[in-house]
C-alpha cells in the first residue's frame, strides 16, 4: 500500500501541502481497504473464472478459451480485474491469485479431457510480476502433472508492455517456460512499443491483435496496421490471434488476410466453466 500511495502521491500536485496529505491518506485508506478484501475474496473463494471461446478462422471450431477472472464479491457484486488486478500486482497478491487462477485453469482441462475433449488450449493472464517468482516454472510443473495436463494444453498470454518493461529478464523467463513446453503468447500487441529485435528472440507461439486495432477495419488506418501485424506475426512464424471481435465485418477483414483465430463477442463472451464445456462437447460452431 505504501508503495501505491507514493505513486499516487507523485502524481497530484506538490505545492498543495493540505492537499497532499489529505489526498494521500485518502488514498492509502481506500488502497487498504480493497486490499484487505482483497485477500479475504481470495480465502473466501470469491474469485471465478470466465472462460472465453477462441474460434478457428478456418473452420469456425472452437479450438481454446482464454480465463477471466471475475470477483463476485457479496458486497460489490461482479467486479471486473481492471478493478482490482492492478492492485493485486501491486501488493503482491496477484502470486497467490494467479496461482489460483492456474490451478482452475488446468482442472478445467482435466474435466475436458475426462469429457473426450482433446487438442483443446486454455489461456490464463499472467501478470511480469509472477514471472519474477523464483519458483514459477517448478511450481508450474508441479501444478500441470498434479492434474495430468500436456503443457502445451496450457497457454501463457504476457502483455507487450509488461515483457518490454524489462525485455531481457522476460526473454530469460519465457526460455524457461517454453523449456516446460507451455505455450506463450503476447497479449495486447501493438500498444507496447516493442523492440522488433526482442520481438523475434521471445521464444513465443502466438500475438494478440488488440482489439484497438479492429475498431473500424472498415477505415485503411485502421486496417493498414491490422493487415501489418497479421503479416508480421505470420513472417515471424507465429500464430495471430484477434481479440475483441464484435462485428461480421470485422470477422469477414480477418478471414480476408488469413488471420488464425479471433475471440470476441460476435462469437461469445466468457462463459462459466459448465456452459464452455457444453458448447465444446456439442462442437457448436461459428458460422465462417
Ligand atoms: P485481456 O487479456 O486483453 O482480455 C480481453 C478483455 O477484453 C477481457 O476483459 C474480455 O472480456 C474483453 N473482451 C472480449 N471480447 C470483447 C469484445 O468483443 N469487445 C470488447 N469490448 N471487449 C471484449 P476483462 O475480462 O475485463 O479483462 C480485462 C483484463 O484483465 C484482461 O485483458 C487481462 O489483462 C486482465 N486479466 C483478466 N484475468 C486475469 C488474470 O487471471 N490474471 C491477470 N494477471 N490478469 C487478468
Ligand atoms: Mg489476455
Ligand atoms: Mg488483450
Ligand atoms: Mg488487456
Redesign the pocket.
Known sequence: AADAAMYHAKTLGKNNVQFYSTELSRVVHQHWLLEANLSRAIRNREMV??Y?PKVDLRTGRVVGA?????WHSPERGVV???KF?PI??QTGL?VP??DW?IGEACATLRSLATLGVVDFVIS????AR?LRQRHFVEHLATTLREHSIAPNALEL?V?ESQLMDNPAAALEALAQLKALGVRLSI??FGTGYSSLSYLQKFPVDVI?I??SFLGDVASEGDAVIARAIIALGHNLKLEVIA????TREQLAFLQDHECDQM????FS??LPQDRLSSMVCNDVRMVV
Open positions: 473464472l470466465g472465453q482464454e480465463a477471466l477472472v471475475r471486473g480485474p481492471d488486478i493485486a500486482e496477484i491469485l494467479g487462477v490464463v493472464n499472467l501478470s509472477q498470454e502483455t497479449d495486447d494478440k488488440d482489439r481479440e475483441g471481435v464484435e475471440q470476441g463477442y460476435y463472451p466468457a
